[in-house]
Nanobody, 122 residues
Framework: VQLQASGGGLVQAGGSLRLSCLAA????????TGWFRQAPGKEREFVGT????????YYADSVKGRFAISTDNAKNTVYLQMNSLKLEDTAVYYC????????????????WGQGTQVTVSS
């Protein structure tokens, strides 16, 4: 499975941004898709995940109520809608695919995209 994350950019605090994760390859396999982020000098941290059926979602407490994950199966794309962005949301965002759900561990995911930068300014 190859994953490509896109949609990052510069946004003011309080604004919104939508990231996309395009999957290619074994798209018929039953993979959950997770979103992670990594700020400079910090470890990669879990943001949220959606099950392969697209029925279940699970979020980190830090983004719950502000971020939402959805899928468009026809486009093999998973989205991360980010609202009410805060300065501390600044990071490189990665999408990943793994067999388990819900999983918030980096090591639970087998495939990773290249990351897209999100910068929130004051």
């Amino acid at each position: 499975v190859q994953l490509q994350a896109s949609g990052g950019g510069l946004v003011q605090a309080g604004g919104s941004l939508r990231l996309s994760c395009l999957a290619a390859g074994r798209t018929g396999s039953r993979y959950a898709t997770g979103w992670f982020r990594q700020a400079p000098g910090k470890e990669r941290e879990f943001v949220g995940t959606i099950s392969w059926t697209s029925v279940g979602t699970y979020y980190a407490d830090s983004v719950k109520g502000r971020f939402a994950i959805s899928t468009d199966n026809a486009k093999n794309t998973v989205y991360l809608q980010m609202n009410s962005l805060k300065l501390e949301d600044t990071a490189v965002y990665y999408c990943a695919a793994g067999k388990g759900f819900p999983e918030d561990r980096v090591e639970a995911y087998d495939y990773w995209g290249q990351g897209t930068q999100v910068t929130v300014s004051s």
